[in-house]
Every structure is written in structure tokens, then in C-alpha cells.
């Protein structure tokens, strides 16, 4: 199984930067994904690491360590409709395809 | 707009009650799966279905049942409910066995009264 941890909420200023920490235990890593939800929306796909890195997409980045169990997700230039939930999720590699989601990081941009 | 169409939207049931949601996924994904969502528990896997087959179960109770049909639209049949399922259903669809990029439809809000 898997135990997956990240911040419940995190504030910030428009404009600036936020990273959003994530660790994560499992048997058998496959891949870390980074989801948005917006409140009583669909959750909707940001990125994918496997390997160990950043990936850039935009004003989105997100890197991975899986020697350490951590990923992070960094948001530039902050603007106010990035305020959502953000979600680390994990899939196992004998998991057949099902991905164990973290609690969510509700991320509040201010003015 | 991710291509996966979910009704009803909202449900308003009674305890003890059976409720059928439905979900048709983008065209082309072969891959169905079922996500509950409620307030304390976030987002927990249910059910994945490939093709018409069942290939991977979550914490799924026993009072809930999915089927995949051969146009790949699902169905979650939720029966004998309780307080405790009011939730927020989603279906997500993805091309392949294994997944990928999950996409997921609006939702079936469900309130059990």
C-alpha cells in the first residue's frame, strides 16, 4: 500500500511562487502524478514524473526523487484561478492501474 | 470539458435506497474507473474496468457493484446506502490497461438523507 503526505493548505501572493511538497511510501513505485481540482469540479491532469527530474509544462514544474519518496510541484506566477486543490497521487506498479491519491494541498492565492 | 459524461449530476436519496450512476468515457479509452470523494476521505479508488472486464478493486463495499458494457459505458450501483455514502462520484476514463493520464468526468454528487 501506500501512505502519501502532503501540506493541507498553503497561501500565497499573486504573482509568486509555491511549491507544493509531496512524500510518499509504496512497495513498488510506477509513477507520480499531479492533479487540480477546483472546488466541486473534476480533478484534471498537470503532470507526470517516472523518472527522476523536473518536468516543465508552462508556468507549472514538478520533480521527482524516488530515492527519497518525494515530489514537489512548483506554480510560477501565481494568478488568482490557480486557487484550487492540488493532488499528489501514486501508482503502483502492480497496481493495474488504479492511483492512490493524496489528501489534497488547498492552495489560497491573495491579491 | 474531458470528454467523460457522468448522470445524473445530483441524486437525493433516502437510507436503504439503490441508485444506478452512469458514465460513458471519452471515445476511444477502453478504461473505465470509479473514484469516491467525500470530505474526510479525499479521493479513494473503487473499481477499474479494461474492456469490458474488472482489473483492479479498491476499498469497494460490498453494497457497491460496477459492470462495463460492450459500448464501454460503466455503471456504479450503490444499494442498501447509507449516511455515509454521500459523496462525490467520479468516473475517469484512460486509452490504455495501465494508467495513464486519467481523465475524469464532472461527477455524480450523491446525498443520502
Known amino acids: 500500500g501506500q501512505n502519501i503526505d502532503q501540506p493541507t493548505e498553503m497561501t500565497a501572493t499573486e504573482g509568486a511562487i509555491v511549491q507544493i511538497n509531496c512524500t510518499y511510501q509504496?512497495?513498488?513505485?510506477?509513477?507520480l502524478f499531479w492533479y487540480q481540482q477546483h472546488a466541486g469540479e473534476a480533478p484534471t491532469f498537470l503532470s507526470y514524473n517516472v523518472l527522476d527530474g523536473l518536468e516543465e509544462k508552462g508556468r507549472f514544474s514538478s520533480f521527482l526523487s524516488r530515492s527519497k519518496g518525494y515530489s514537489y510541484l512548483l506554480l510560477k506566477e501565481l494568478q488568482m484561478k490557480d486557487s484550487a486543490s492540488y493532488l499528489c497521487?501514486?501508482?503502483?506498479?502492480?497496481?493495474?492501474?488504479?492511483?492512490?491519491f493524496g489528501a489534497g494541498t488547498q492552495v489560497v492565492v491573495t491579491p | 470539458d474531458s470528454g467523460v459524461t457522468q448522470t445524473p449530476k445530483h441524486l437525493i436519496t433516502a437510507t436503504g435506497q439503490r441508485v444506478t450512476l452512469r458514465c460513458s468515457p471519452r471515445s476511444g479509452d477502453l478504461s473505465v474507473y470509479w473514484y469516491q470523494q467525500s470530505l474526510d476521505q479525499g479521493l479513494q479508488f473503487l473499481i477499474h474496468y479494461y474492456n469490458g472486464e474488472e482489473r483492479a478493486k479498491g476499498n469497494i463495499l460490498e453494497r457497491f457493484s460496477a459492470q462495463q458494457f460492450p459500448d464501454l459505458h460503466s455503471e456504479l450501483n450503490l444499494s442498501s446506502l447509507e449516511l455515509g455514502d454521500s459523496a462525490l462520484y467520479f468516473c475517469a476514463s484512460s486509452v490504455g490497461k495501465s494508467t495513464g493520464e486519467l481523465f475524469f468526468g464532472e461527477g455524480s454528487r450523491l446525498t443520502v438523507l
Open positions: 497521487a501514486v501508482r503502483e506498479t502492480d497496481s493495474w492501474g488504479k492511483l492512490q
Open positions: 509504496t512497495s513498488g513505485f510506477n509513477g
